[in-house]
């Protein structure tokens, strides 16, 4: 495998390591092939909200596992699962099923085109939506985890339909929207960033998005791939009460299995086949294992709704961990909502981009390996959040603090 993964990011280049093996996860625990143990703060970039091998998804997996695994057809399911998210995301009056969050963000991009019948879309730079040919243009991620250029193999022609914009700043915005003119299909937005380490976007930088894209006949899609249902039931567009026109979906809401799902409003969903003449498709969309996954975590998520404690514990964490750092004159930064969090070595909190880059590398590298010898798995580059679950109770916080003291004695 090319850099001994299925994914660039977990190969570790950024710190200069070497990828880890796991064998097992039960809880916040994740357990390598040399049986040391970890407290996990990446929680598999996302859907592991619950707790690894939560009980109640590993059974209603196994309950599925016995009925097949995949029947190429629809299921009622589907239909659950579906009626769950709309119940908690009703900007997504229609939704589909995908395999992943490239596929939906993909296709809201192709829909997005389709519906208006323009061709440029916009994006930020920093905000990684996936390795869709067309949003690979000054991506985050792994993108800028290995300072990588716009990919090569994705056209010329094809990424110069794409504008990349500084997150967060209204005036840029509005410079490129006059460029453009009328071609403005898209603008697509992690509305609050996961992949450029944890930033969310400033209420009136979003508000000022919708009322561009409502003055221009622009779709907005809001990339909650990693924000939904892991900032707080009803995503990111929840907290700033904002309605998109198209949601992308994944992680959080497959339980672990690979998922993803795009929905917005009825007359632009409609525009799909076999209703409209937009094409998407996928064989194993909608995959009853997956949708059993993500029907019992979602129906757990809803009755506990542990956003406000999660928030406690990241951030409980976070101010140990900053309280310390100044203690030894460190510049350290940090925020969270609900299950995601991030920190970075900068005096104040990075609010795009350009600040990421600014934030000290070789004083994250050194950290990200002092915690990692004391059991503490990190997201191993800058540019990603963390993620924290129900079962960090306060013994693992505690337990966490004590490992990060250590490590930042070490430093
Ligand atoms: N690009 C993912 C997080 N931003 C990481 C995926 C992975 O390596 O599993």
């Not at 907290?239 to 690979?258: E, H, R, S």
């Amino acid at each position: 495998m090319p850099g001994g993964v299925n994914s660039p990011v977990r190969a570790f280049k950024n710190v200069d390591g070497q990828p880890i093996f796991f064998k097992s996860a039960k809880g916040p625990i994740l357990v390598d092939e040399d049986e040391n143990q970890y407290i996990d703060f990446i929680g598999s970039w996302g859907p592991m909200i619950l707790g690894h091998s939560n009980p109640i998804i590993l059974d209603a997996i196994k309950a599925q596992l016995e009925l097949g695994t995949s029947y190429g057809a629809p299921t009622s399911l589907e239909n659950t699962l579906a009626k769950i998210i709309k119940s908690q995301v009703p900007s997504m009056e229609k939704l589909r099923m995908v395999n992943s969050g490239t596929e939906a963000t993909m296709s809201c991009i192709r829909l997005a085109r389709g519906f208006t019948g323009k061709n440029k879309i916009i994006k930020f730079t920093g905000c990684y939506h996936g390795h869709v040919d067309s949003l690979l243009v000054k991506a985050g991620s792994g993108v800028s985890t290995f300072g990588l250029p716009d990919s090569p193999g994705v056209p010329q022609e094809l990424a110069a339909l794409t504008y990349s914009c500084p997150y967060n700043n209204i005036e840029s915005l509005l410079e490129v929207i006059n460029e453009i003119g009328d071609d403005l299909a898209a603008i697509i937005v992690e509305p609050i960033a996961g992949n450029m380490g944890f930033i969310p976007g400033e209420p009136k930088f979003l508000n000022a998005l919708r009322e561009v894209c409502d003055k221009h006949n622009s779709l907005l899609i809001f990339d909650e791939v990693m924000s939904g249902f892991r900032v707080g039931l009803g995503g990111a567009q929840a907290i700033y009460k904002i309605q998109p026109d198209l949601t992308a979906l994944g992680k959080v809401i497959g339980g672990g299995l690979p998922v993803g799902a795009f929905g917005g409003k009825q007359s632009i969903m409609d525009q799909l086949a076999p209703l409209g003449p937009i094409y998407q498709a996928g064989t194993l969309s909608g995959n009853p294992l997956a949708m059993a996954a993500g029907i019992a975590l979602l129906d757990t998520l809803i009755k506990k709704n542990p956003f406000n404690s999660l928030e406690k514990a990241s951030s409980e964490l976070m101010s140990h961990t900053k309280n310390l750092m100044s203690a030894k004159g460190i510049p350290f930064s940090t925020a969270s909502i609900g299950g995601m969090f991030g920190f970075f070595f900068s005096e104040d909190l990075p609010n795009n981009f350009d600040d990421v880059v600014q934030s000290d590398d070789v004083l994250f590298k050194k950290f990200f390996y002092k915690a990692l010898n004391n059991g503490i798995y990190f997201a191993p580059s800058k540019y990603e959040a963390g993620f924290i679950s129900s079962t960090h109770d306060q013994s693992i916080i505690d337990q966490a603090k004590i490992k990060i003291e250590d490590a930042i004695k070490e430093l």
